[in-house]
């Protein structure tokens, strides 16, 4: 376990006058009532930084940066003495960087009341003992439960409510921890029933996962340990993940997971399928692979089937749809999709939904108690269109129901001044929680930043929202649809065609050699960003071609299949490829897209010049 004080000190003379003014101050505030709409509480009146951190937030509200740097920040809790507790992770998902040094867990404590963590510690299992961090984390009956590797682990806490001293007692192990979602979020309600969410380990149940034309397991058999969410009991050690403990299922991906403020009702987010126009270019358009399948908000019951992988959520019908892997003709036919469980709410394509958390603090005004606050870990796969989420949102609630259109609450984590994309984006929303002072806390997965939002009142927030939908009619299910991603953020996608300046680099002899043109390296540069026959490399490899945590580096000279000629990289273009060696997700054929021999040989000679200055 390793601590990082950063305490800023207060000169001994002064410190009992501090006291002084501070009784006195209490008291005043209790003489004058204490409505949780005044901004007369202790959590509204710290000072916030003058630019929030870097984000833009709804009128009222600013933020101060908690804490930076702390590695992979995934998910959080809030424990009733303010001390906040994150779970972080490492591995291929990161690009293999060098995590910290001491354990993944990181309990932070804010000793000053300037909304920034002044006291860092680290405990839990580290990359010495072999562990590789995690997503899940909740906090039940005095103890700290938390995802690391195949295990969910629980720290006993000491009596003041900070840092946990003794080794882990192991709740649940056996996790699965292949393929495309190997998190473990959890959630724990308040009779004790621990839910681990168990994300699939394909896109879409192919035999060939990810790869064009590829049909659909009948039956799913992934589904007996994956694609659902799992109960045990948060009171019990020693249990051991099975089939058995399936308490939901056809969920393809519930990063975000929680109970309501009642702490009985359950509620997850699910990340919608990915590559229908790469992988079924005859029924699907391009954009429509961009702007479908709706991401969700699920309200979650014993033994419902929410669909995955036969049926998807099709945002412009407003209905679940059958997918193409199992006879689906592009959106008409329903198959058995009637009888799968509907979303409460959705979203955007591919925003990716990280974490949720439903409103249970009285700080902020009262139209957000018992709402949502959604994480969006923003999208890689949405070209041609340009990249979108990196953002938070908030969607109102009455009754444990939606009640009106979903708002932009948080924005600027991927900053205005780069293309919205995995590999450009500053910072990515991954995980929100609740603080006793009803504080809302953001975290970031990039850098590993962490913010303090409070309300302040100096604005009318209810005026300011930003909705992106009408309001459902009277006895409607709230259904959230968007504008286009130009509407959200101004300048989104404004550099999505910038060219990396290899590109427009005069050609060299070897290049001459290899037979390529310049004719052919401005077709491929077309092709690349998606201006000529839909091309989808942009939204793996980046407008820069630098590559993200799914897809190689193209400028770089560390060649992972082939020589690096360029006869090796169209045929590996060609052929894609469906086991990578270092990144996250395999590469279809011709990446997803419908090329001529002409289209293909251009995208592979400007790719060349990528890597060949």
């Known amino acids: 376990m390793t601590t990082r004080p950063i305490i800023r000190t207060l000169p001994g003379a002064g410190f009992i006058t501090l006291l002084s003014t501070l009784a006195i101050l209490n008291i005043l505030v209790l003489a004058a009532g204490c409505s ?45 003495n303010g001390t906040v507790y994150v779970n972080t992770w490492s591995g291929t998902y990161y690009g293999n960087d060098t995590p910290h040094r001491g354990g993944f867990l990181v309990a932070l404590r804010d000793t000053t009341g300037d909304g920034k963590a002044d006291v860092a510690t680290r405990f839990g299992d580290s990359v010495q003992s072999g562990g590789h961090g995690g997503t899940g984390i909740a906090l039940y009956k005095n103890a700290i439960y938390a995802e690391s590797n195949d295990k969910i682990v629980r720290y006993a806490l000491p009596a003041d409510g900070s840092v946990p001293q003794g080794a882990a007692e192991i709740v649940l192990s056996g996790l699965p921890l292949t393929g495309d979602h190997p998190m473990h979020p959890i959630a724990i309600d308040s009779s004790g029933r621990l839910y681990v969410d168990l994300g699939t380990a394909t896109n879409a149940c192919q035999f060939q996962n990810r790869i064009a034309l590829s049909k659909g397991h009948q039956p799913c058999t992934e589904l007996a340990t994956r694609g659902g969410i799992w109960s045990y009991d948060a009171n019990a050690t020693g249990q051991t993940f099975s089939p058995a403990g399936r308490y939901a299922t056809g969920i393809r991906n519930a990063v975000g997971i929680a109970v309501d403020s009642a702490g009985r009702g359950l509620y997850a987010t699910q990340h919608g399928r990915d590559q229908l126009g790469d992988n079924w270019s005859k029924l699907y358009t391009v954009a429509q692979g961009a702007s479908e399948p709706a991401e969700e908000l699920l309200r979650v019951e014993q033994g419902g089937d929410y669909g995955w992988p036969e049926c998807y959520y099709d945002s412009a019908q407003k209905k679940l749809v059958l ?14 999709c ?63 129901n939606p009640t009106g259109q979903f708002e932009i609450f948080a924005n ?133 071609a630098k590559g993200s945590s799914i897809a190689p580096d193209l400028t770089s000279t560390n060649y992972l299949w ?39 040989a251009a995208v592979a000679a400007y790719t060349w010049t990528l890597s060949h200055p």
Not at 54 to 68: H, K, M, S
Not at 412 to 435: C, E, I, K, L, N
Not at 569 to 584: R, T
Request: hydrophobic content about 35%.
């Open 36 to 80: 949780s709409d005044r901004k007369t509480t202790s959590s509204t009146t710290q000072a916030c930084a003058s630019d929030n951190g870097g984000l833009t937030l709804a009128d009222g509200f600013c933020a101060t940066v908690f804490a930076d740097s702390i590695g992979h920040a995934r998910h959080l809790v809030v424990g009733p």
């Open 323 to 336: 997918a193409p892997e199992y006879g689906g003709d592009g959106g008409k036919a329903v198959g058995p």
């Open 562 to 600: 082939g020589d690096g000629s360029y006869a090796s990289i169209l045929g590996i273009i060609k052929q894609g490829v469906p086991k990578p060696k270092a990144h996250a997700e395999p590469m279809p054929p011709m990446g997803g897209s419908q090329l001529t021999p002409t289209q293909l």
């Open 338 to 400: 009637p009888s799968k469980k509907l979303p409460i709410a959705t979203f955007p394509a591919h925003w990716a939904p990280n974490d949720l958390t439903l409103y249970s603090g009285r700080t902020f005004p009262s139209r957000y108690r018992g709402g949502a606050f959604i994480a969006f870990h923003g999208s890689w796969n949405r070209a041609p269109l340009p990249q979108a989420g990196y953002n938070v949102v908030f969607v109102p609630f009455s009754g444990g």
């Open 412 to 544: 600027g984590f991927a900053a205005t001044d780069t293309v919205m994309s995995p590999a450009q984006a500053s910072h990515r929303p991954s995980g929100v929680a609740v603080g006793p002072s009803g504080e809302l806390y953001v975290t970031d997965d990039v850098h590993g930043r962490i913010w303090r939002v409070v309300y302040t009142g100096q604005t009318n927030a209810t005026e300011s929202a930003t909705p992106q939908r009408a309001p459902s009619q009277p006895g409607q299910t709230a259904v959230a649809t968007a504008l286009p991603p130009e509407g959200i953020h101004p300048d989104a996608g404004a550099q999505a065609n910038a060219t990396p300046p290899a590109a427009s680099a005069p050609l060299s002899a070897a290049a001459r050699a290899a037979g390529i043109t310049p004719a052919k390296v401005a077709l491929g540069d077309s092709i690349y960003h998606g201006k000529v026959a839909s091309g989808t490399c942009v939204g793996c490899h980046g407008a820069d």
